[in-house]
């Protein structure tokens, strides 16, 4: 699994695919095939046919449920099912709802048999799991039907010994209301009626217990001709005997329960809940607290409310609740005195003084579990940070929830909860709450841009959505639209909004302000630490402003996995800042930013693994190539690493904002994160900044000129890696040379002739290849650069071996790894190392293939790369094959092809049909390996890969006589023979060892 990506699936109600808490949108039969396997983690093909179809599936069946297979794994962003010999099963990392119900419902029983009343809530998170109906969603069939009952049995099981346990500890009022649900729906099922009965009865409603047990008696009688069961006559008996189920322990005379309802609607925040729930078996050992912090209007107070009603059962002697936000003062020993009071206390025994009240409320609280929750203390005149401590808990078993606006340094928490906005499902949960399902299912899109608008803020979304309410005529998206352009003033929506952010931002120094509205202003979604410093001119002003920013909430963390941390301004704090003039944006402020960008990325750039093209010259300076960094430590590589992932984002925006008027940022911003964009994701991104800055590079003057050139060669390094494109590619990489030496950039000079020569390798043009490749030898003769040399022996001894001249190939990959084992160039030399396995394999040399495998493989430093790790598996795939391991091949192959496809590398995909072909001769599967070669040489033939198309014909012909068929082998021979003369047509008259190597010092820098 990606790292970083959680993928979660739940089927004990309605089946959801997450990733990342985002549903994944799924059809109906794909979402039953995702259940069936989640169930068991595992499925063999036939039994998701029965699953699927019943007992008879019609023939195609097996071709869909491939289909419905590939249809989850193309819709999920991240690995969740993984076919096994025979069939499939969930990738270890996925999470599974059943699984965690296993977890819920053991540790249930545990707590209840030792009678410890945490069991209650174990019980009721694992019957909220189940729902009321599970498989929500899933076509019935015989198989559906009889795991749809087995759930059913256990849910109603699971509540039995929830009443029970209730019962057993006196706590029987916690789920009268659940009961009644229950039998209403059950109205036969007789263990929850006896239940229910007992239930009543030990809550003083006995009147009541009587009355359902005569309803029930009649209803047996009636509809089933059959008298109540020995369990609900018993249940019957009890009530009339009075009362048996034993009272509390633990209570005192007084206990107060003063937190207010749940509010209405209350969505999402698992995982804050989690960890707060987690947390309270601290309180055995300390008194614990816990710290919500967050902007105003992301609902602190309702996490801490619905927090402190689920944990209801963990403190059996009370709940105080404090409102500090809503008085004008603070006044400690008066909120004591209320406590005291609340704790029972006679009004005339309270203390007089705050210490000797506080000292009371610390005795009070000793041995007792109680929970206080102090909503809104933040900095109020008339009470000091001492004196708020006064309210905490001071002994083990009680634990104090805390909500402020602001960091409190005096506070010292056990647990600090950082309340953020909600993500997209909450959000729109939240606007199904007020609006309705069906309004939000048909106006999807709009609800989703209005979640986006607004930031996921809780109020923000409670003020809109009842706005919306009003308004059934005027569409969601129309309502963002408003919002969105109004800036926080012109509609009483927003207006609202700003006033609850006005009090926080009169807080915050002036200065610190100034430097909010500018980054507010800048094109950019997140920023890193340092764009603050950058606009001031002063990274140590910058670090201030940051730090009080943070501490009022105003900007949020942003973390990404494999990146350095960012900030954000929450969507509504950037609205209140800009105002209605959001498309106002500070050219020279953008400037000051990227100038500040370029300078720290040159390091980082240096010690980046992808290396080939040479990094940009400062504006300004004369065209040099300066020198690269040696061999860069582990952490180095992964902080370069980590230092593009992060800013590429950045870089892409500013460059499309800067290119009409600073066009020397524009183009060396896009060259300088190039090697990072490399066959990544946001490619295509980057190929269109690409796109718009190079309509700014037309004018003559040296440097536009000198931009051109550049952004020409990496445009040609990513069409020829990415898509594929080789004449294109090739075409566009050897202008873009030619302009290079016009200017004496000597160094991207040779890296755009490495480009042009694996472009013209690819549609099989020697001659052109071998041609390019002179053309560096020229340009590397007035340089000292250990990566390009390196780069230029990859591509010499790839010709040798596309043209089966195996010892030269060999001494010139050989050669490419002695030149790049010193240089920060990794890529580079796992590429070498790649190549060089390859060729030992082909030589026969299978042991020594597989050891450079393993060492290129060693090379990813942890990290993926999938353009590449799809290419090192295929490789793996090839010597399980040539060592005969069937099942070892096959899973290689096809796990190559999972790579492909998400590198979205066609080449790679067509490869990789041909080591799947082979592992399938071994498994004795002839007909599929044929489909695999025909399809491979169709696609290789499709991408112009002539001498690929070769490989795979060659194979296919072999194939062909070992089934038998000879003909059919003669022709995929000829064909074979047609390729490779094609390919042969284009080839130079050179002495087949290449030419001498030169001797580059492989130190650099």
């Given at each position: 699994?990606?790292?970083?990506?959680?993928?979660?699936?739940?089927?004990?109600?309605?089946?959801?695919?997450?990733?990342?808490?985002?549903?994944?949108?799924?059809?109906?039969?794909?979402?039953?095939?995702?259940?069936?396997?989640?169930?068991?983690?595992?499925?063999?093909?036939?039994?998701?046919?029965?699953?699927?179809?019943?007992?008879?599936?019609?023939?195609?069946?097996?071709?869909?449920?491939?289909?419905?297979?590939?249809?989850?794994?193309?819709?999920?962003?991240?690995?969740?099912?993984?076919?096994?010999?025979?069939?499939?099963?969930?990738?270890?990392?996925?999470?599974?709802?059943?699984?965690?119900?296993?977890?819920?419902?053991?540790?249930?029983?545990?707590?209840?048999?030792?009678?410890?009343?945490?069991?209650?809530?174990?019980?009721?998170?694992?019957?909220?799991?189940?729902?009321?109906?599970?498989?929500?969603?899933?076509?019935?069939?015989?198989?559906?039907?009889?795991?749809?009952?087995?759930?059913?049995?256990?849910?109603?099981?699971?509540?039995?010994?929830?009443?029970?346990?209730?019962?057993?500890?006196?706590?029987?009022?916690?789920?009268?209301?659940?009961?009644?649900?229950?039998?209403?729906?059950?109205?036969?099922?007789?263990?929850?009626?006896?239940?229910?009965?007992?239930?009543?009865?030990?809550?003083?409603?006995?009147?009541?217990?009587?009355?359902?047990?005569?309803?029930?008696?009649?209803?047996?009688?009636?509809?089933?001709?059959?008298?109540?069961?020995?369990?609900?006559?018993?249940?019957?008996?009890?009530?009339?005997?009075?009362?048996?189920?034993?009272?509390?322990?633990?209570?005192?005379?007084?206990?107060?329960?003063?937190?207010?309802?749940?509010?209405?609607?209350?969505?999402?925040?698992?995982?804050?809940?989690?960890?707060?729930?987690?947390?309270?078996?601290?309180?055995?050992?300390?008194?614990?607290?816990?710290?919500?912090?967050?902007?105003?209007?992301?609902?602190?107070?309702?996490?801490?409310?619905?927090?402190?009603?689920?944990?209801?059962?963990?403190?059996?002697?009370?709940?105080?609740?404090?409102?500090?936000?809503?008085?004008?003062?603070?006044?400690?020993?008066?909120?004591?005195?209320?406590?005291?009071?609340?704790?029972?206390?006679?009004?005339?025994?309270?203390?007089?003084?705050?210490?000797?009240?506080?000292?009371?409320?610390?005795?009070?609280?000793?041995?007792?579990?109680?929970?206080?929750?102090?909503?809104?203390?933040?900095?109020?005149?008339?009470?000091?940070?001492?004196?708020?401590?006064?309210?905490?808990?001071?002994?083990?078993?009680?634990?104090?929830?805390?909500?402020?606006?602001?960091?409190?340094?005096?506070?010292?928490?056990?647990?600090?909860?950082?309340?953020?906005?909600?993500?997209?499902?909450?959000?729109?949960?939240?606007?199904?709450?007020?609006?309705?399902?069906?309004?939000?299912?048909?106006?999807?899109?709009?609800?989703?841009?209005?979640?986006?608008?607004?930031?996921?803020?809780?109020?923000?979304?409670?003020?809109?959505?009842?706005?919306?309410?009003?308004?059934?005529?005027?569409?969601?998206?129309?309502?963002?639209?408003?919002?969105?352009s109004g800036g926080l003033g012109t509609?009483?929506?927003?207006?609202?909004?700003?006033?609850?952010?006005?009090?926080?931002?009169?807080?915050?120094?002036?200065?610190?302000?100034?430097?909010?509205?500018?980054?507010?202003?800048?094109?950019?979604?997140?920023?890193?630490?340092?764009?603050?410093?950058?606009?001031?001119?002063?990274?140590?002003?910058?670090?201030?402003?940051?730090?009080?920013?943070?501490?009022?909430?105003?900007?949020?963390?942003?973390?990404?996995?494999?990146?350095?941390?960012?900030?954000?301004?929450?969507?509504?704090?950037?609205?209140?800042?800009?105002?209605?003039?959001?498309?106002?944006?500070?050219?020279?402020?953008?400037?000051?930013?990227?100038?500040?960008?370029?300078?720290?990325?040159?390091?980082?750039?240096?010690?980046?693994?992808?290396?080939?093209?040479?990094?940009?010259?400062?504006?300004?300076?004369?065209?040099?190539?300066?020198?690269?960094?040696?061999?860069?430590?582990?952490?180095?590589?992964?902080?370069?690493?980590?230092?593009?992932?992060?800013?590429?984002?950045?870089?892409?925006?500013?460059?499309?904002?800067?290119?009409?008027?600073?066009?020397?940022?524009?183009?060396?911003?896009?060259?300088?994160?190039?090697?990072?964009?490399?066959?990544?994701?946001?490619?295509?991104?980057?190929?269109?900044?690409?796109?718009?800055?190079?309509?700014?590079?037309d004018a003559m003057d040296g440097d536009?000129?000198?931009?051109?050139?550049?952004?020409?060669?990496?445009?040609?390094?990513?069409?020829?890696?990415?898509?594929?494109?080789?004449?294109?590619?090739?075409?566009?990489?050897?202008?873009?040379?030619?302009?290079?030496?016009?200017?004496?950039?000597?160094?991207?000079?040779?890296?755009?002739?490495?480009?042009?020569?694996?472009?013209?390798?690819?549609?099989?043009?020697?001659?052109?290849?071998?041609?390019?490749?002179?053309?560096?030898?020229?340009?590397?003769?007035?340089?000292?650069?250990?990566?390009?040399?390196?780069?230029?022996?990859?591509?010499?001894?790839?010709?040798?071996?596309?043209?089966?001249?195996?010892?030269?190939?060999?001494?010139?990959?050989?050669?490419?790894?002695?030149?790049?084992?010193?240089?920060?160039?990794?890529?580079?030399?796992?590429?070498?190392?790649?190549?060089?396995?390859?060729?030992?394999?082909?030589?026969?040399?299978?042991?020594?293939a597989e050891a450079l495998i393993v060492?290129?493989?060693?090379?990813?430093?942890?990290?993926?790369?999938?353009?590449?790790?799809?290419?090192?598996?295929?490789?793996?795939?090839?010597?399980?094959?040539?060592?005969?391991?069937?099942?070892?091949?096959?899973?290689?192959?096809?796990?190559?092809?999972?790579?492909?496809?998400?590198?979205?590398?066609?080449?790679?995909?067509?490869?990789?049909?041909?080591?799947?072909?082979?592992?399938?001769?071994?498994?004795?599967?002839?007909?599929?390996?044929?489909?695999?070669?025909?399809?491979?040489?169709?696609?290789?033939?499709?991408?112009?890969?002539?001498?690929?198309?070769?490989?795979?014909?060659?194979?296919?012909?072999?194939?062909?006589?070992?089934?038998?068929?000879?003909?059919?082998?003669?022709?995929?021979?000829?064909?074979?023979?047609?390729?490779?003369?094609?390919?042969?047509?284009?080839?130079?008259?050179?002495?087949?060892?290449?030419?001498?190597?030169?001797?580059?010092?492989?130190?650099?820098?």
């Open positions: 699994m990606a790292r970083g990506r959680r993928v979660e699936v739940a089927v004990l109600a309605t089946v959801v695919l997450h990733v990342d808490d985002e549903p994944v949108r799924l059809s109906g039969l794909e979402r039953a095939v995702l259940a069936r396997i989640a169930l068991t983690r595992s499925a063999t093909a036939a039994s998701l046919l029965t699953w699927l179809y019943g007992e008879d599936p019609p023939a195609s069946a097996p071709n869909r449920v491939q289909a419905l297979i590939s249809g989850i794994r193309r819709k999920c962003s991240a690995p969740v099912i993984e076919t096994t010999p025979g069939g499939y099963r969930l990738v270890p990392d996925v999470q599974v709802d059943v699984e965690r119900l296993a977890v819920l419902r053991d540790r249930a029983r545990e707590l209840a048999a030792v009678a410890d009343p945490a069991c209650l809530r174990s019980f009721r998170e694992a019957s909220t799991l189940l729902g009321d109906e599970s498989l929500q969603d899933v076509p019935s069939t015989a198989a559906v039907e009889i795991e749809r009952s087995r759930l059913d049995a256990e849910r109603l099981a699971l509540w039995e010994e929830h009443a029970a346990a209730a019962l057993a500890l006196g706590r029987a009022d916690q789920v009268v209301a659940d009961l009644a649900t229950l039998t209403a729906r059950h109205p036969f099922h007789e263990a929850l009626l006896a239940q229910y009965v007992l239930v009543l009865a030990s809550t003083g409603q006995q009147e009541r217990a009587l009355g359902v047990y005569r309803e029930a008696y009649d209803r047996l009688d009636s509809e089933l001709g059959v008298e109540p069961s020995a369990r609900l006559r018993e249940a019957h008996a009890e009530v009339l005997r009075g009362p048996q189920v034993p009272a509390p322990a633990g209570r005192v005379a007084h206990v107060p329960r003063t937190l207010p309802r749940r509010a209405p609607g209350f969505v999402g925040r698992d995982e804050e809940i989690d960890r707060i729930v987690g947390a309270v078996a601290q309180v055995d050992d300390a008194p614990l607290v816990v710290h919500l912090t967050g902007l105003a209007g992301m609902g602190k107070s309702a996490l801490a409310v619905e927090v402190g009603q689920r944990l209801r059962d963990d403190f059996p002697d009370g709940s105080l609740h404090l409102e500090a936000g809503s008085a004008p003062a603070l006044e400690v020993g008066a909120v004591l005195a209320t406590f005291l009071r609340l704790l029972g206390v006679h009004p005339d025994a309270v203390p007089g003084g705050t210490a000797e009240r506080a000292a009371l409320y610390r005795s009070l609280l000793d041995e007792r579990r109680v929970l206080v929750v102090l909503d809104g203390v933040d900095a109020h005149a008339g009470a000091t940070s001492s004196e708020l401590s006064l309210l905490l808990p001071a002994s083990p078993g009680s634990m104090a929830i805390v909500c402020s606006r602001y960091d409190l340094a005096w506070l010292q928490p056990d647990l600090h909860v950082q309340v953020g906005p909600l993500s997209g499902t909450s959000g729109r949960a939240l606007l199904a709450g007020v609006l309705g399902d069906d309004r939000i299912r048909a106006d999807h899109d709009g609800a989703d841009r209005l979640v986006s608008t607004l930031g996921g803020m809780p109020l923000a979304l409670r003020l809109a959505a009842g706005r919306a309410r009003q308004r059934p005529d005027v569409g969601l998206s129309r309502l963002a639209e408003r919002l969105s509609d009483d929506v927003a207006a609202a909004l700003a006033t609850s952010l006005s009090d926080v931002w009169e807080r915050v120094p002036e200065s610190v302000q100034e430097v909010a509205r500018r980054v507010a202003r800048l094109p950019v979604a997140t920023f890193s630490a340092w764009v603050p410093g950058a606009l001031l001119g002063d990274d140590a002003a910058g670090e201030h402003a940051i730090d009080a920013l943070c501490a009022a909430h105003l900007v949020e963390p942003v973390r990404r996995s494999g990146q350095t941390p960012q900030f954000r301004l929450h969507d509504v704090v950037a609205r209140f800042l800009v105002g209605s003039h959001d498309d106002d944006v500070d050219v020279a402020d953008v400037a000051l930013v990227a100038e500040q960008l370029l300078a720290r990325a040159v390091v980082p750039y240096r010690d980046h693994p992808t290396q080939l093209v040479p990094v940009p010259p400062a504006p300004g300076r004369a065209v040099g190539d300066g020198p690269r960094r040696g061999t860069p430590a582990l952490q180095e590589r992964e902080s370069a690493v980590a230092f593009f992932a992060t800013e590429n984002a950045t870089a892409r925006t500013l460059a499309r904002t800067l290119a009409p008027v600073r066009a020397d940022l524009a183009w060396r911003l896009l060259a300088i994160t190039a090697p990072a964009h490399h066959v990544s994701p946001s490619e295509g991104d980057w190929l269109d900044a690409l796109d718009v800055v190079e309509k700014h590079l536009r000129r000198l931009g051109a050139a550049h952004l020409d060669l990496c445009r040609a390094w990513h069409l020829q890696s990415r898509a594929s494109s080789s004449e294109p590619a090739r075409a566009l990489a050897d202008a873009a040379r030619r302009r290079l030496v016009e200017q004496g950039a000597h160094a991207p000079a040779t890296a755009a002739a490495v480009v042009a020569a694996s472009s013209a390798l690819s549609v099989g043009r020697r001659d052109l290849a071998e041609a390019d490749l002179a053309g560096a030898d020229e340009s590397l003769d007035h340089l000292d650069d250990a990566v390009l040399a390196g780069w230029v022996e990859i591509m010499r001894g790839t010709v040798h071996h596309d043209y089966d001249e195996l010892d030269a190939a060999a001494g010139a990959f050989t050669r490419a790894r002695e030149l790049l084992a010193a240089t920060a160039a990794r890529g580079a030399f796992r590429q070498a190392t790649l190549e060089l396995s390859r060729t030992c394999r082909r030589r026969g040399s299978i042991d020594a060492e290129a493989l060693e090379l990813f430093d942890g990290g993926v790369d999938d353009h590449v790790h799809g290419y090192v598996v295929d490789a793996r795939a090839e010597v399980a094959v040539a060592h005969g391991q069937a099942t070892e091949a096959f899973e290689r192959a096809q796990e190559a092809r999972a790579w492909a496809r998400r590198a979205r590398d066609a080449f790679l995909a067509a490869r990789s049909r041909r080591s799947l072909a082979g592992a399938l001769r071994l498994l004795g599967r002839l007909e599929e390996a044929e489909s695999e070669l025909v399809a491979s040489v169709e696609e290789l033939t499709a991408l112009g890969r002539t001498l690929s198309a070769a490989a795979s014909l060659r194979d296919l012909a072999v194939l062909l006589e070992l089934m038998g068929r000879p003909d059919d082998a003669g022709e995929a021979s000829r064909r074979e023979r047609e390729a490779r003369a094609a390919a042969r047509l284009h080839r130079s008259r050179v002495d087949p060892t290449g030419p001498t190597p030169r001797a580059v010092p492989s130190g650099s820098s």
